[in-house]
């Protein structure tokens, strides 16, 4: 008997915590997973006494469901994906949708859409945020794909979203093929980045300032209390805050080698393919891989050393220009990612609504903070704004805490305590504010070595020119200015 109104492959918590969610707000629940026994084990726990229903082969959950057809997959991204979808294909008729609710690549999705599509089948893939928490109580979701699935899903995906202050749900349409998954990709990228600022913080504020981590943890529990109010400085204070039974502090012990899904680095690729200057991230990636080199770290330690002598900082001065430096670095994290946005939305015909994107990472997602309403109020005034530092309420926010941030990343540098990311942040924003900057020198070098030709700020742009610097080079020039 067809009696389920959507079928969730694959058990691990995410998706166990997602059915649950799905179950409190009145849907049922068909599941499967690939080690059946694993089936069985939920049912006689975690979803002991509701309205779940367990199955034990792909055939039996297609069986439960109600047409049309609704599929979720919470899977391994990559080629488990693709073998479950081939699966499921004979199982399905026309007019069914296959949902991708995993960490995947936008390209494969953009792939499955059209494979799918030509089965006569529908396909969304979409992000999902909010860890394990999120999709127990309300995730944010980012659904892209096939846009005919989206009446059939709509319901289900904002009901069990995470809601803002006026119920509005942390989940819209984003956009065809892959623009789901590309969102929920550069969601990642800037958790990446928004991450290495808060630990570059912590570490001045640990090494230059002496502070205890109760110390640290009430300044972040008093900055969560204004205009640094997220979800990442919230359990920011927790962790620093934390004492096991041994009254030992966690914190202290771990091994300063940061692990990584892949899709902060998807971002960063995606970034140097589209030219699109995403440098906080992309340092925030690096960040990473330099934490993996522990040992070479270590042996480097006993060898290389920095400045003799450490600044003289004071310490409630420093305090104000550290939340300064890391709001302003975390605007330039958004603006970056929004930039990326702009170039994907434009390259693929997503027609991305940017204020509706920020709409869904108000609440439920691991980014999830205060400004991101400002953010849409900034694109719902302006639809076309070219970047969220031209917009009034950013360009302000950024002027006013500027002086604090170039204190702290001179001060940084000065004590030779590496912020890859705010450093990187604000070298992006020295650069984006200058009319003119010394690309032109590069330019000079490419044609002199290569005769790449160049353009000349007093002569219409669409006029090439070329220097024989050498007076022995030629007046052959490359065909290839790419500029």
Known sequence: ???????????????????????????????????????????????????????????????????????????????????????????????????????????????????VESKGLHFIGSGISGGEEG????????????????????????????????????????????????????????????????????????SLLGMSNQEMSDVFTEWNKGKLDSYLIEITKDILAYVDEDGQAPIDYILDSAGQKGTGKWTAVNALEQGIPLTLISEAVFSRFLSA??????????????????????KESFLNDLRDALYAAKIISYAQGFMLLREASNDNNWNLNYGSVALMWREGCIIRSAFLGNIKEAYDKDAGLLNLLLDDYFKTAVHDAQAGWRRVVATAVSAGVPVPALGAALSFFDGYRHARVPANMIQAQRDYFGAHTYRRIDRPQ???FHTNWTGEGGSVTSTNYDA
């Not at 080199?293 to 004071?314: M, N, Q």
Request: net charge negative.
């Open 1 to 115: 008997m067809s009696q389920a109104d959507i079928g969730l492959i694959g058990l691990a918590v995410m998706g166990q915590n997602l059915v649950l969610n799905m179950n409190d707000h009145g849907f049922t629940v068909a599941v499967y997973n690939r080690t059946t026994s694993k089936v069985d084990r939920f049912l006689e726990n975690e979803a002991k006494g509701t309205a779940v229903i367990g199955t034990h082969s792909l055939e039996e959950l297609v069986g439960k469901l109600k047409r049309p057809r609704r599929v979720m997959m919470m899977i391994k991204a990559g080629g488990a994906i693709d073998k479950v979808i081939e699966q499921l294909i004979p199982l399905l008729e026309e007019g069914d949708i296959i949902i991708d609710g995993g960490n995947s690549n936008y390209q494969d999705s953009i792939r499955r859409t059209e494979f």
């Open 293 to 314: 080199l522990k040992e070479e770290r270590v042996i480097a330690s006993e060898s290389l050393v920095g400045p003799a002598e450490l600044p003289t900082v004071d």
């Open 462 to 464: 669409d006029e090439i």
């Open 135 to 206: 999709a127990r109580f309300g995730p944010s979701i980012m659904p892209g794909g096939s846009v005919a699935a989206w009446p059939h899903v709509k319901d289900i995906f904002q009901g069990v979203a995470a809601k803002v202050e006026d119920g509005t749900p942390c989940c819209d349409w984003v956009g065809p093929d892959g623009a789901g998954h590309f969102v929920k990709m550069v969601h990642n990228g800037i958790e990446y980045g928004d991450m290495q600022l808060i630990s570059e913080v912590y570490h001045l504020m640990k």
